[in-house]
């Protein structure tokens, strides 16, 4: 029976992909990596159907300790320490690209596939070109993003050595159990807390069941190594509709009108964040005031994926905020 190691399955996209991989009924073996301190109802759904190991991903020595006396037919990576969240850079370094750097070699040493989840914020929050595509060029605006380009670079190397390595990028993403971006502006639109500037804004967010698809046809296909895709919904939406779809379902009509803000209302909030060194903040006025968007074509032609529409998937988000 082949053996699957798989990080990160208390996120939202770890656990997705890990449901992913179980409904598909295969012959994997799975292993997951959890935190230590990881309490018991995050994994109790499924702790039955695999084998838990508790290693701090930032543990690099129990990690490697750990690899060196097992084996692997597959890895996926998906556990990280994300951005905008009070960790020392250290902290960030080990966990999001030591712990990468020796899954990869263990990977390389057995011939094992390697499957990495990266970000699509290797290009900056705000992408200097738009859709950001594989030549876009990588912007470590913040440290999350830095290790996020570095672990790239690394695996692109190891590939040149034989590395069975591939690359997804997801954009934000929501669904079941997110507590991000998507499901504070679903919160904020329905207290009519959520400022929007007054301007044509194009957001790229990414279904969890998209990602989650890609990671499982990773799985069950051969790829080129070295392979790298961008994923998010079919096509970006504005802002602007976004918002009014999701208060409609809410209170049954578009939004108001109260929070419409000009332009340098955005820049001074920025400018008064980045003051401040505050990651969260800055990435908050950026993404509802600029436009990010990427190229996802060449993952729905090759994977042959089920289109998502962030209208009217959001539904998704909307539903869990209201505890449906």
């Known amino acids: 029976m082949p053996k699957l190691l798989i990080t990160g399955v208390t996120g939202l996209i770890g656990k997705a992909v890990l449901n992913g991989v179980l409904a598909k009924d295969s012959d994997w073996h799975c292993t997951a990596l959890i935190r230590p301190e990881t309490k018991a109802q995050r994994y109790n759904a499924f702790s039955t159907q695999l084998d838990l190991v508790k290693i701090d991903l930032a543990d690099i020595k129990g990690l490697k300790n750990f690899l060196a006396h097992n084996s692997f037919d597959a890895v996926m990576?998906?556990?990280?320490l994300r951005g905008g969240r009070k960790f020392t850079k250290n902290e960030f370094l080990r966990a999001n690209f030591l712990s990468t750097q020796q899954l990869a070699e263990h990977s390389l040493q057995s011939g094992a596939k390697f499957m990495f989840c990266s970000s699509v914020g290797v290009f900056g929050a705000i992408p200097e070109e738009l859709p950001a595509n594989n030549q876009t060029e990588r912007n470590p605006d913040n440290f999350y993003h830095y290790t996020k380009i570095e672990s790239e670079k690394m695996i692109q190397r190891a590939t040149l050595k034989g590395l069975k390595a591939a690359i997804l990028r997801p954009s934000i993403t929501y669904g079941i159990g997110d507590r991000g971006f998507p499901y504070q502006m679903v919160k904020m639109v329905h207290k009519k807390h959520f400022p929007l500037i007054n301007k044509r804004i194009w957001i790229h967010l990414c279904n969890v069941n998209t990602i989650a698809n890609a990671f499982v046809w990773l799985l069950e296909n051969d790829y080129k190594p070295g392979l790298a895709l961008n994923v998010a919904d079919r096509e970006p939406v504005q802002l602007h509709q976004l918002v009014n779809f999701i208060s409609r379902e809410l209170r049954g009509s578009n939004y108001g009108s109260l929070l419409r803000l000009d332009q340098q209302f955005f820049r001074w909030g920025e400018?008064?964040?980045?003051?401040?060194?505050?990651?969260?903040?800055?990435?908050?006025?950026?993404l509802i005031s600029r436009s990010w968007f990427y190229q996802v074509s060449d993952t729905y032609e090759?994977?042959?994926?089920p289109e998502t529409f962030t209208i009217p998937d959001i539904r998704l988000t909307i539903s869990d905020y209201l505890g449906k």
């Open 77 to 80: 990576h998906i556990g990280a």
């Open 302 to 305: 090759l994977m042959k994926l």
């Open 271 to 286: 400018k008064l964040a980045r003051l401040a060194k505050n990651e969260l903040w800055i990435s908050r006025f950026e």
